[in-house]
DNA sequence: ATTTATTGCTATCGTCAATAGCATTAATCA
DNA sequence: TGATTAATGCTATTGACGATAGCAATAAAT
């Protein structure tokens, strides 16, 4: 009976990425980080200077939505914002959000290879492209 | 700076994952139909006696989720209830809706293969395994 | 200098999934 | 058989995430 819906890739992909993401989110659930959360902490980590809408771009989150995911990051004391000019304003990480961003990094890692090694040796290296090919 | 996130399945996976249904929504769209309920109708479609409850295991909908959604489809005149017994109903197709089963259907097969169609065929046949892999 | 685009924001809604609890009925087993 | 246990369908509420429409201030472009 299940045969039927798991034949279809569309399907598969759905479910997949939900019980990937639950899992991710039983991770991050001690950091109290959301996945994403998560996501912005990878890339703030790395690039300094961001702002909330060069994130959004990124991310693929729109500016509407970035603002109460960074308003919580800020009253959790993770991120600071300062500003470029009149209009801009960088988002930078406070010490503790460093260290919380590092932690983040860590379990997403932890994360990606329990993933990886989930899917059998022959498909693996077939998974990355094959989504990447999906999205882009 | 994307090369960073999307060197990670998980974000690919998640990526992906959106941006396949975010077109399946559109498709589906014109029948005013939502995805999990596509869903439903596939599984209706196929297996005659399924109730609620089985529907919902099969999706792994929980029984409380199942209830505005099968609401909402006999609104809609697609689906009826059949009492089994005092405790267990069966979702049953009107003619309406196996109209709208059958467009479901179409409409899902067409997805799928614009899906797969946008993976590189090297990769092509190890989607399907290892998305299977993550979930199941 | 004026028009246009960008930035950050408010407010609101939709989809999907989760949890806790409840009444009724069916199934189990002592 | 009678009492316990499990299953079914439901209400009510919450959370994460994404979408749209609109606004005021500022920066960029012509």
């Keep these: 009976m299940d045969n039927l819906l798991s034949q279809l890739p ?3 992909l759905r479910r997949a990425a939900n019980t990937a993401m639950t899992r991710f989110t039983a991770m991050l659930a001690p950091l109290d980080v959301k996945i ?5 902490f990878m890339l703030i980590r790395e690039s300094a200077n961001l702002t909330s809408s ?3 771009k990124e991310l ?3 500016r509407a939505n970035m603002v109460p995911m960074l308003q919580r990051m800020e009253d959790a004391g993770w991120i600071q914002r300062e500003a470029i000019d009149g209009k801009s304003q960088a988002i930078v990480l406070t010490a503790e959000g460093r260290t919380k961003a590092e932690e983040v990094a860590q379990t997403v890692e932890q994360f990606e290879a329990e993933l990886l090694h989930r899917v059998p040796a022959q498909h693996r290296k077939h998974l990355l492209p094959a989504l990447n090919a999906i999205w882009n």
């Excluded at 994403?36 to 912005?40: G, K």
């Design 10 to 12: 569309g399907y598969a």
């Design 36 to 40: 994403t959360e998560a996501a912005i």
């Design 54 to 56: 060069k994130i959004g």
């Design 60 to 62: 693929e989150i729109q």
